[in-house]
């Protein structure tokens, strides 16, 4: 399952709001997860579209999240509170230029 925002009211970035893969899809394939390639597809889709940057948030308590978009060469630029719940979350960006 994945949500995507087209753009952020505040910062006019897509944003990637959910990706949810089932633990039995994670790391199969050849090297590549379903999360993997569904992220290629996400980012493909923003950069065929000319735009700049994607952006997502991790909640701090989730290290294998932040591992995952880690190693895909997303980039941490700000921690701050998810506006729903108020959780500490890490904000991250990812540049399609």
Do not use: Y
């Not at 590549?32 to 597809?41: E, I």
């Not at 999240?65 to 890490?90: C, M, N, V, Y």
């Amino acid at each position: 399952m994945m949500c995507l925002l087209d753009r952020h009211p505040t910062d006019g970035h897509p944003w990637i709001g959910l990706l949810l893969v089932h633990r039995r899809l994670h790391g199969q394939g050849q090297g590549q997860g379903l999360g993997r390639r569904l992220a290629d597809l996400i980012e493909e889709r923003f950069r065929g579209e000319d735009r700049e940057g994607l952006r997502l948030a991790v909640l701090e308590n989730n290290p294998s999240a932040l591992a995952f978009w880690s190693t895909l060469g997303w980039q941490e630029i700000d921690r701050r509170k998810d506006r729903e719940h108020g959780r500490p979350s890490i904000v991250m960006h990812k540049a399609l230029v």
